[in-house]
């Protein structure tokens, strides 16, 4: 049975654990509840107090498609609330070959003690000084990992913001191609790894067994099924996989609901140069890669090989969000100048979302001119000096710098910056920004499938009815298929298709020995969210946390004309109970 | 009847208005009601949506003494509360004298919009360019003002860091000599001016009135009375006319609740060089004053005129948290250099114990060495440029230089930094930290009295008993004391003395041609509180929020070994309900 790996990080050493009452448990689901156990509400983020959960997921290390996502849990340093940030890579399905449901991340030394790298094989955990590898970036980090413990290790790292505890900090993890391109992005979190002194955890998974199946044949059946259906949806089987998904960049944009200016417009007059089709024709002519998965069995493949005009590599799982953050929100016209950006943001680890939205808020303050990439790329730079102080104000996001300069008009939600899609025009996913656990967070219940793309449900964008409905309804499925361990991609394919459900049921069931039923896909999602509700209510969050900034409620949005118009108790009824 | 004067910063317009509900209200009662009424909770404070109001107490104008407090409400930008910030100087004598009760500053024009000066006269207001000022410190813009206006003007001015919107930034007063010395220095309402883009508000009473009493005779017999109250007692009558508040060095190390090098330490090794005693000698021996007011009818005469080695002024309202907190929290040992951050605090428009506990921050987090204070002036004063981004880090504050530097040791209640009592070895003033409205704040309900001057009662500080109920009474007690435009420092004398508070009633009964009762007088508090804690319920503050940091739960403090161990239950029990 998988263990529990506790590392402490002051002491430098480690201990494996029976899962105990975790036991059964996996991703979110997990994360959150260790969390609510073991990290006191009221702490300091940075504090000793608080802890790294890195889980697999009840599927992970199987062979179901899909299904490597690791599961980041921790108090966050950005939002105060409890924050699970999942990433693809290959950490996960190494640290399910290496028997481990969850790595714990404890304890911290001084503030002055050297960092160091923490290495996982399946002899056991040994502590290696990181003294070299402190102020690289992530790229580079990884490529002396690689050279140190060979292309195969996995890396989940920190760049220099993590190093610097700021709290726009990610934890970026490795790809297949040892790329460092896959980010625990959004809340903060490598600040947290950051106090805790630790550069990169390395799995090694050499000589770890495939755990057994408790039916394999019934496993073989029903993932074969859950191939079929990945494969048959049109999202999942056409769209991400040909365009990734900046194929939103012209539908959002179509739609009105495309942030532009720092949340002054809903469209946006050069997307034309910034969209899928137009990076996925980049690619094509230079000889990149338009199709990749970030992890084995990934048939989804939204990821790619962004190379320069040489025809280098660039940049990979370059996200309609990082388009849009840099492209739309700070008007920077050129996607090769964005591209360049989605790379500094993974090498320096930090959260693209972010640090998108933060460029927009220091050209709405006067700092750099609107629109003007090259201006953009050094002021996020700065992040790598850890001494230099405009660095440490950008590399702790949007609330942070709005402060330091006296900006505004704020678009957090807990003090997290609200991704890719306008709330005012695309209110579901408005409900979900306002009342998830997280803050303001897409992925949290993208209530873009019912509000614009027309899955699983069709609720008009810019009206009221329905909305709350939907978003909760996402926020219960959603935590459900983050405690899986699955790629929330296949979504789109699960609320479209009939028996979809039942069919990762019995992949789980089949896995675990278990009767695993629809209701119990329903009720994991529900435990997770009270966990994460309990939590944030023992941080001091109420209603009145659940709402966006005010600004939206007075500023109409072009071109529909749209304001924010839910109240703090409609929102209620979209958090479970 | 006193009108209220509504200024439009933006329109460059103004109006008085018929007190209409607001008539018999004043001071801090007044503040937070209009606050309550006319703010939005949910707004961002430097919005447009904002508001500044500066209001004369019930007392206000007459001729008792000590009744010389203006008010100021406004959402705060640092806390996010409500918050009245209240000041001496000639302001609000000045204020009363052009029969205006209130003076609202509302909207605010755009960000690039010039700043301006208000002059207000019998007249009516005029808008003036305030280019020449710009970027100046408080002290030659005052300068300024006394040249074109006249000596006698009286101002109400930002520095460099409320035109730069920080966080940090105080609303400086004029004292009678012209000095801005005097501050409603916590919770940034200096940002909010600064928001505002007014550089200056100037009061010209030349040709205004002194009002009529309802009952000249009973107003004169009690305020004869009230004299010889405050002279009568050993505090407001000896203490702090001979040391000003800086007597409390001494008496509050001794005591082991003398916040030392970022609140690790109760007592400090140097306090020999910086108390009151010490300070008052080196007056003495140059020749400056120990004992001023700083408005006319001021009896307890705490403020000074500390000069330097070559006799020249320096500093005044040199106050005992100030002392602390350079001197203790950030262990500058030299009097002199303390002078003159304070004299730098006050020039630059910034609150001294947020700021000085910034400094603390800094050193924590490597910025400086502990103790420089060569290196800590440096530091303070880079504020003064406002493209510094070191300076606007510094600027806003205790909580916002913590992030910046990863300092996770953050002695704040609703990010705003704690006075100079620690709240473990002195914990009825912990109470109030924890439970009012204004976040961390000695003023709001002062139980040192009890927990070490042995004033109004004695209640052991180190203990839990009997601290709930005291801190009550006293913020209770505070809110009425700040409605009636009376100093705090009353107080010392009013918990002694068995009629003042009927003498108190006397004096605004006579003013007003009311009965006001000792009913009333506690009614009066209760009613403010009750307001103030309705609007921060509507901005999302809850009882999570009333509790100090973690950190303080779990670090002992020397040399009494105390930890806070107040639950967040017990402590709801000492606000108004």
Redesign the interface.
């Given at each position: 049975m998988p263990k529990i790996l506790r590392i402490n990080t002051k002491e430098r050493t480690f201990r494996y654990e029976e899962p105990g009452k975790y036991a059964g448990l996996g991703g979110r689901n997990l994360t959150s509840r260790m969390v609510l156990d073991e990290v006191?509400a009221?702490?300091?983020a940075?504090?000793a107090?608080n802890k790294i959960v890195a889980a697999i997921g009840l599927l992970s290390g199987t062979a179901a498609a899909n299904s490597g996502r690791i599961s980041l849990g921790a108090k966050s340093?950005l939002t105060g609330t409890i924050k699970e940030s999942n990433s693809g890579g290959t950490f996960c399905q190494k640290l399910a070959r290496l028997d481990i449901l969850a790595m714990v991340l404890e304890d911290k030394p001084e503030?002055?003690a050297p960092f160091c790298n923490i290495i996982i094989t399946k002899d056991g955990v040994q502590f290696v000084d990181a003294a070299d590898m402190v102020g690289k970036g992530t790229y580079e980090s990884m490529d002396m990992i690689a050279g140190q413990y060979g292309k195969k290790a996995s890396g989940m790292i920190i760049g220099p913001a993590g190093e610097?505890?700021l709290?726009g900090a990610s934890i970026q993890f490795s790809d297949p191609w040892g790329r460092t391109a896959r980010a625990a992005g959004r809340g903060g979190l490598g600040?947290v790894m950051?106090?805790k002194k630790v550069k990169a955890v390395v799995l090694d998974d050499t000589g770890g067994e495939r755990f057994t199946y408790a039916d394999p044949e019934k496993f073989k059946a029903a993932s074969k099924r859950w191939a079929e259906i990945l494969r048959a949806h049109p999202v999942t089987g056409q769209g991400l996989p040909g365009f990734g998904t900046a194929i939103l960049v012209n539908i959002i944009n179509e739609a009105g609901a495309f942030p532009t200016k720092n949340f002054r417009e809903g469209r946006c007059d050069h997307v034309a140069g910034i969209s899928g089709e137009t990076i996925a024709e980049f690619i094509s002519k230079r000889g990149g890669k338009t199709k990749e998965g970030c992890h084995a069995g990934c048939l989804i493949q939204c990821s790619q090989n962004y190379v320069d005009e040489k025809g280098e590599y660039l940049t990979s799982g370059f996200e309609y969000e990082t388009v849009w953050a840099f492209g739309g929100n700070a008007l920077i016209k050129d996607i090769d100048q964005i591209a360049k950006l989605d790379r500094l943001c993974d090498d320096l680890g930090v959260d693209t979302i972010e640090i998108g939205n933060t460029v927009a808020i220091a050209m709405d303050g006067g700092v750099i001119p609107w629109g003007d990439g090259e201006a953009a790329y050094e002021l996020v730079n700065r992040i790598r000096d850890k001494k230099d102080?405009?660095g440490?104000?950008i590399g702790?996001g949007v609330g942070?710098t709005a402060?330091?300069?006296?900006v505004?008009?704020?678009p957090t939600v807990k003090n997290q910056s609200m991704p890719a899609y306008d709330p005012r025009a695309a209110k579901g996913v408005g409900v979900t920004y306002a009342t998830t656990t997280q803050g303001a967070d897409h992925t949290a219940g993208y209530a873009i499938c019912q509000n614009m793309l027309k899955v699983g449900g069709d609720v008009n964008p810019l009206g009221k009815e329905g909305q709350v409905e939907t978003s909760k309804a996402l926020q219960i499925a959603t935590a459900t298929v983050d405690s899986l361990g699955l790629c929330l991609f296949v979504a789109f394919a699960v609320l479209d298709t009939a028996d979809a459900v039942q069919c990762i049921c019995d992949m789980v069931s089949a896995r675990h020995g278990i009767e695993f039923t629809p209701d119990d896909f329903g009720a994991l999602g529900i435990a997770t969210l009270k966990d994460e509700i309990s939590f944030n209510?023992?941080?001091?969050?109420?209603a009145?946390?659940d709402?966006l900034?005010?600004?939206m409620m007075k500023e109409k949005l072009n071109p529909h004309g749209v304001v924010w118009d839910f109240s703090v108790e409609e929102l209620q009824a979209a958090k479970v109970q």
């Amino acid at each position: 049975m998988p263990k529990i790996l506790r590392i402490n990080t002051k002491e430098r050493t480690f201990r494996y654990e029976e899962p105990g009452k975790y036991a059964g448990l996996g991703g979110r689901n997990l994360t959150s509840r260790m969390v609510l156990d073991e990290v006191p509400a009221d702490t300091h983020a940075l504090s000793a107090d608080n802890k790294i959960v890195a889980a697999i997921g009840l599927l992970s290390g199987t062979a179901a498609a899909n299904s490597g996502r690791i599961s980041l849990g921790a108090k966050s340093p950005l939002t105060g609330t409890i924050k699970e940030s999942n990433s693809g890579g290959t950490f996960c399905q190494k640290l399910a070959r290496l028997d481990i449901l969850a790595m714990v991340l404890e304890d911290k030394p001084e503030a002055d003690a050297p960092f160091c790298n923490i290495i996982i094989t399946k002899d056991g955990v040994q502590f290696v000084d990181a003294a070299d590898m402190v102020g690289k970036g992530t790229y580079e980090s990884m490529d002396m990992i690689a050279g140190q413990y060979g292309k195969k290790a996995s890396g989940m790292i920190i760049g220099p913001a993590g190093e610097a505890c700021l709290t726009g900090a990610s934890i970026q993890f490795s790809d297949p191609w040892g790329r460092t391109a896959r980010a625990a992005g959004r809340g903060g979190l490598g600040a947290v790894m950051g106090s805790k002194k630790v550069k990169a955890v390395v799995l090694d998974d050499t000589g770890g067994e495939r755990f057994t199946y408790a039916d394999p044949e019934k496993f073989k059946a029903a993932s074969k099924r859950w191939a079929e259906i990945l494969r048959a949806h049109p999202v999942t089987g056409q769209g991400l996989p040909g365009f990734g998904t900046a194929i939103l960049v012209n539908i959002i944009n179509e739609a009105g609901a495309f942030p532009t200016k720092n949340f002054r417009e809903g469209r946006c007059d050069h997307v034309a140069g910034i969209s899928g089709e137009t990076i996925a024709e980049f690619i094509s002519k230079r000889g990149g890669k338009t199709k990749e998965g970030c992890h084995a069995g990934c048939l989804i493949q939204c990821s790619q090989n962004y190379v320069d005009e040489k025809g280098e590599y660039l940049t990979s799982g370059f996200e309609y969000e990082t388009v849009w953050a840099f492209g739309g929100n700070a008007l920077i016209k050129d996607i090769d100048q964005i591209a360049k950006l989605d790379r500094l943001c993974d090498d320096l680890g930090v959260d693209t979302i972010e640090i998108g939205n933060t460029v927009a808020i220091a050209m709405d303050g006067g700092v750099i001119p609107w629109g003007d990439g090259e201006a953009a790329y050094e002021l996020v730079n700065r992040i790598r000096d850890k001494k230099d102080h405009l660095g440490k104000i950008i590399g702790n996001g949007v609330g942070f710098t709005a402060q330091a300069f006296g900006v505004t008009r704020v678009p957090t939600v807990k003090n997290q910056s609200m991704p890719a899609y306008d709330p005012r025009a695309a209110k579901g996913v408005g409900v979900t920004y306002a009342t998830t656990t997280q803050g303001a967070d897409h992925t949290a219940g993208y209530a873009i499938c019912q509000n614009m793309l027309k899955v699983g449900g069709d609720v008009n964008p810019l009206g009221k009815e329905g909305q709350v409905e939907t978003s909760k309804a996402l926020q219960i499925a959603t935590a459900t298929v983050d405690s899986l361990g699955l790629c929330l991609f296949v979504a789109f394919a699960v609320l479209d298709t009939a028996d979809a459900v039942q069919c990762i049921c019995d992949m789980v069931s089949a896995r675990h020995g278990i009767e695993f039923t629809p209701d119990d896909f329903g009720a994991l999602g529900i435990a997770t969210l009270k966990d994460e509700i309990s939590f944030n209510t023992a941080a001091g969050f109420t209603a009145a946390d659940d709402q966006l900034p005010a600004f939206m409620m007075k500023e109409k949005l072009n071109p529909h004309g749209v304001v924010w118009d839910f109240s703090v108790e409609e929102l209620q009824a979209a958090k479970v109970q």
